[in-house]
């Protein structure tokens, strides 16, 4: 799987490699490969406070389900991910009756992923406040 930031670097790699095939002095191309590598950082900041963005309002909403007075707003999620996760032992210990499925296995990952991203999300959210 490709990264945001190789992503935007193989977006900018022709062009900078069109800038080095140029007939222009050294000079030249430099000043012209340095204002591409201007684009690009200023390209991938942005990419960076998306992602930054993004994280702040998952972390947001994992904790204010956390911190609902509401029991099954802040206790739902952690009742999901010991469900699952009792599934998943379970059938990995070949006690239960028919195999998860796949998209259970995905699911699964998918939550746990998503738990942990938030939670992530949460701190650093609170590290960047600061």
Do not use: C
């Amino acid at each position: 799987m490709i990264g945001v930031t190789d992503l935007i670097s193989n977006i900018f790699k022709p062009a900078a490699n069109l800038v080095d095939d140029l007939h222009t002095s050294d000079e030249e191309r430099l000043n012209a490969k340095t204002k591409m590598l201007e684009v690009q950082a200023v390209a991938m900041q942005q990419v960076f406070d998306y992602e930054t963005q993004a994280l702040t309002a998952r972390a947001n909403i994992v904790n204010s389900e956390a911190s609902s007075e509401n029991w099954i707003a802040s206790s739902w999620r952690p009742i999901t991910m010991l469900t699952f996760m009792v599934l998943a032992v379970g059938d990995s210990l070949g006690l239960l009756a028919t195999p998860l499925r796949d998209e259970a296995w995905m699911l699964l990952q998918l939550g746990l992923g998503g738990y942990v991203v938030g939670r992530s999300g949460e701190k650093i959210a609170k590290t960047i406040k600061k």
